[in-house]
Nanobody, 113 residues
């Protein structure tokens, strides 16, 4: 069983930045990778970014160049640094294991002036 707890969401103006955190209840070395997905109102859940145990990263085209996923193995925590935020980035953001077996509760990100 893996528990994931996200934090760091909030309200930000267009062009602003936020950093999301996801703390896992187990050692990073027991997980093959982690990812972030998001779901906007009335839309399907969308994969955003992922990082594998070898630190390989991947991003959706919609966030490439603006978002950065990283990890701190000592803290069993994964981060999503979001820069140059746009109104269309507004969504509930979820972290999850790369297998999709375990998901956090989600954190709201709202980009609005």
């Amino acid at each position: 069983q893996v528990q994931l707890v996200e934090s760091g969401g909030g309200l930000v103006q267009p062009g602003g930045s936020l950093r999301l955190s996801c703390a896992a209840s187990v050692s990073w070395f027991r997980i093959t990778g982690m990812g972030w997905s998001r779901q906007a109102p009335g839309k399907q859940r969308e994969w955003v970014a992922g990082i594998r145990s070898g630190s390989t990263t991947a991003y959706a085209d919609s966030v490439k160049g603006r978002f950065t996923i990283s990890r701190d193995t000592a803290k069993n925590t994964v981060y999503l640094q979001m820069n140059n935020l746009k109104p269309e980035d507004t969504a509930v953001y979820y972290c999850h294991t790369i297998s999709g077996d375990y998901w956090g509760q989600g954190t709201q990100v709202t980009v609005s002036s």
